[in-house]
């Protein structure tokens, strides 16, 4: 009697924790499948998309009811290294072919969806009469980091015009280079034509001769673990409607 008693606890035992076993594991699966979670996009962009996208995902959520974009905004060849090491990334745009190519093993296609270019901006109060001017040890300028590329492309840009002069500090984007120019810090800085249209600052600039030096593309892409609704922002900053907001902003057509 106490025999059968033992065995009879012993199998109520295992089906009690059997059914909490299951239980468990369906609460994680319905976590990792949930709709909310697909419904989620985490954009990571050049910071001098940060006033366009913003708009642009508004009105994304606006057309998707439901959808949240959420942004992540720096330095491309920063977001590159990120993705490579793992960051939760659905959606890459980046200022230069370069830092998208690095994340090839995650975003295998991209395409150019928009082109901007570095020009020489100045306070209207205190004009530059032409870009060799930056050679001038008098006059203070910033520019970025030459590993991101508003720092590459600006490096490009100045030694096709015989620019030899040093900048006063490498700066880690173009929003820290964009900073010290309106907080007047310096006398000048190579930033984005955008981020002169954007700053809101009684700004004027100078064009650097070799347009093609000057001038980058951006490319956009989706990465192979992105949510489902991911390649569906992308496709509305190639619409009509996300194009306008760049070319309102400054960009250039990605043609």
Known sequence: MRNTFRGI?????????SACSTGSNKGASDVSSSPESQNVVTVFAASSLTKSFTEIGKQFEVENPGTKIVF????????????????PADVFASASRKSMDSVSAEIPASKVFATNRVVVAFPVAKPLAAVIDLNNP?????QCDHQVPCGSVADAALKADGVTGTPVSLEPDVKSV???????????????????????????????????????????????SASSKAQAF????????GQKVLRDAGFGSPS
């Open 178 to 224: 964009t900073g010290k120019l309106t907080t007047l810090e310096v006398d000048a800085a190579i930033i984005y034509a955008t981020d002169v249209k954007s700053s809101g600052a009684d700004f004027s600039f100078l064009e650097f001769s070799n347009l093609e030096k000057a001038t980058t593309k951006y490319p956009i892409g989706v990465t192979l």
């Open 234 to 241: 992308v496709d509305f900053a190639l619409s009509d409607v």
């Open 138 to 142: 008098a006059i203070k300028w910033v």
């Open 72 to 87: 992540s905004f720096g330095a491309s060849s920063t977001l590159a290294e990120q993705i490579n090491s793992g960051a």
């Open 9 to 17: 606890t012993f199998l109520i035992a295992i089906a009690v924790l």
